[in-house]
């Protein structure tokens, strides 16, 4: 099959029962669900149950979707609720909205010992540099560190590229409120680079 | 929105255009809030710096790789998923081995 064949087109072939479509459909989602699984869960075991737990889903209800172009939102929704029901299963922790007020940058920041450090820029260092450097870790961490609802945010637009408008369509939420939380995790996420770059382990 | 900007809270323009940030980075502002914020940080370095800040810090979470699909659960899905035309089989994938 060609690279053009679209998620609609896949999907026909899907419902047609052709040989090959559902590996294709693996091919396709497969690795990007895993490396969402990875971001959300912050554990690789994690993100293959959650992997299954979505080809599952979609083994058995890919057929029935109504709207072929929705393919890629439906996709991430059952991996973004298989990796909230993994979160269910372990610490609960109810979900709030963090107001500005506690991400505006506040002058005793900079009082401390050391000043802040500085964001590395990293539009010209190569992908592979990149790979191996630090900030992949601290990233990692980060991100993990983020309470869920603002995590499934940023990682869906920031790190799987969606758009707002995919966002708010797979996780059922008003594009404002995408905005703010994704606005918020950013910001959060932007001080732990911060902090772990400039040798403190402050955290909020 | 500088860290060192003394009583940065009381800066009442840098307050209200830092909640908007984002969508200024994103491109998905109005043409006029989005010329009012570029006047803005033509003349507030601190903003300015915030600013580039934060743009440096969606590029790197944009630019940092995903984990890779090992092969072997790959091969284990395939396998599991390919056995019956249209990669149907007998054994939908939720069973493949953990």
Redesign the interface.
């Known amino acids: 099959m060609t690279q053009a064949e679209t998620d609609h087109e896949l999907l026909d072939r899907i419902r047609r029962d052709e040989p090959g479509a559902f590996e294709r459909f693996v091919d396709r989602f497969g690795g990007r669900i895993f490396g969402f699984g990875v971001r959300m869960c912050g554990e690789r075991e994690d993100a293959r149950d959650v992997l299954q737990d979505t080809l599952l889903r979609a083994f058995t209800s890919l057929k029935g979707l109504e709207r072929p172009e929705a393919m890629q939102s439906w996709v991430f929704r059952v991996a973004a609720n298989a990796c909230l029901m993994k979160r269910r299963r372990g610490k609960f922790e109810p979900e709030r909205e963090i107001s500005l007020e506690e991400l505006m940058p506040r002058t005793e920041d900079a009082g401390g010992v050391a000043a802040p450090a500085e964001i590395p820029d990293v539009s010209s260092l190569p992908d592979e540099e990149l790979a191996r450097s630090e900030l992949r870790v601290i990233v990692r961490k980060a991100v993990s560190s983020l309470p869920p609802h603002y995590r499934i945010v940023l990682v869906m637009r920031d790190m799987e590229h969606l758009s707002t408008k995919e966002v708010a369509e797979t996780l059922g939420l008003p594009g404002t409120a995408v905005k703010m939380r994704l606005h918020r995790a950013r910001l959060m996420i932007r001080k732990r680079i911060e902090q772990a770059l400039g040798g403190g382990t402050r955290d909020e | 929105?500088?860290?060192?900007?003394?009583?940065?809270?009381a800066h009442a323009r840098c307050?209200a255009l830092?909640?908007r940030?984002?969508?200024y980075i994103?491109g998905?502002l109005d043409a006029s809030l989005c010329a009012e914020i570029g006047s803005h940080l033509d003349g507030c370095d601190p903003c300015k710096a915030?600013l580039e800040?934060?743009r440096?810090?969606?590029?790197?979470?944009?630019?940092?790789?995903?984990?890779?699909?090992?092969e072997d659960?790959?091969a284990e899905?395939?396998r599991a998923?390919?056995c019956i035309?249209?990669?149907?089989s007998a054994s939908?994938?939720?069973?493949?081995k953990?």
């Open positions: 929105m500088s860290e060192a900007r003394a009583g940065h809270g307050k830092f909640e940030l984002s969508e994103d998905e915030f800040s934060l440096r810090t969606v590029l790197i979470l944009e630019r940092t790789p995903a984990a890779r699909l090992p659960v790959r899905i395939l998923a390919g035309p249209g990669g149907r939908p994938p939720g069973e493949v953990k």
